[in-house]
């Protein structure tokens, strides 16, 4: 073999292997070779970080990362198509439960992009256009759901409890941000802006948002003495720190929670409220 041969660079894969020569005895030896091989830059940062994240959706359940129930945006399956659309607008999904008449059965599943043939005058059936909603158990492990989802190329679920009855959803973007960190959607925003304005009364805006800079773009005088950010003033509001699809009142603004993690807020939805007529 030459000696440009000998010095080709190797790949990272390549030098992972050499790195792992020791033969971890359980998963914990494992995470920390990997992360030896990272400080030693023989991995690349982020891609530890999946290989972190396809560790741990095998110990995850679903009932982990499901949305509640209470946090679930549904059709009802008797509502006409002009009183459940502003609904489906306002949220930015595209799949959304269908229940029937008893509140704890979901006889289905909704996608946004089926509604686009129809118009508010025209007549509307929805059982024309639903799609069969699949059930999983809270205790299902992510790892063995992921592989269902991507077999059945289906992209929600719906999750029951132990009694059958209806405990949340969940979807395969919310599987694969346990892997990939947060996926980027309709709502993100550019790196240098804080806040992106749809629509006169509404916006989506980071939980990074400095205090300072929600005051002078919205001209209000939120206190910024407590709270360097947008997210620490509604966080505290709540009293807790806020799931997906929760809401706030502060002032005149209704604060919507669109991204959160166990650790904090990442991106809001921000509705202004008239101010009232003297």
Do not use: C
């Amino acid at each position: 073999m030459n000696e440009e041969a000998a010095e080709k660079p190797r790949s990272w894969l390549e030098r992972l292997s050499q790195a792992l020569l020791r033969e971890p005895q359980d998963r914990e030896q494992l995470v920390t070779l990997l992360r030896d091989a990272e400080q030693r830059d023989l991995l690349d940062a982020q891609a530890l970080a999946m290989i972190e994240g396809v560790l741990q959706i095998s110990e995850m359940q679903v009932r982990d990362i499901m949305v509640p129930r209470a946090q679930m945006i549904i059709v009802e399956k008797d509502m006409p198509l002009a009183e459940f659309l502003p609904k489906v607008i306002e949220s930015g999904h595209s799949r959304f439960p269908v229940i029937g008449e008893d509140k704890d059965e979901v006889v289905g599943i909704l996608l946004a992009k089926d509604l686009l043939r129809y118009n508010q005058q025209a007549p509307f059936d929805i059982r024309e256009i639903v799609r069969p909603a699949v059930f999983v158990p809270e205790s299902k492990r992510l790892d063995i759901l992921l592989q269902e989802f991507r077999h059945t190329h289906n992209h929600m679920a719906i999750v029951v409890d132990e009694y059958g009855g209806v405990a949340g959803l969940v979807t395969i973007e919310d599987v694969l941000e346990q892997i990939v960190g947060e996926i980027e959607d309709e709502y993100d925003i550019g790196e240098e802006t804080f806040i992106k304005k749809r629509s006169e009364t509404q916006y989506i805006i980071k939980a990074l948002t400095p205090v300072e800079e929600f005051n002078r773009y919205f001209g209000v005088k939120f206190a910024d003495s407590e709270f360097d950010t947008i997210g620490g003033v509604v966080t505290h509001a709540f009293g807790h720190l806020p799931k997906r699809g929760e809401v706030v009142m502060i002032d005149r603004f209704r604060f919507k929670i669109l991204h959160a993690d166990n650790r904090r807020i990442r991106l809001l939805r921000v509705t202004l409220r008239k101010r009232p007529e003297i």
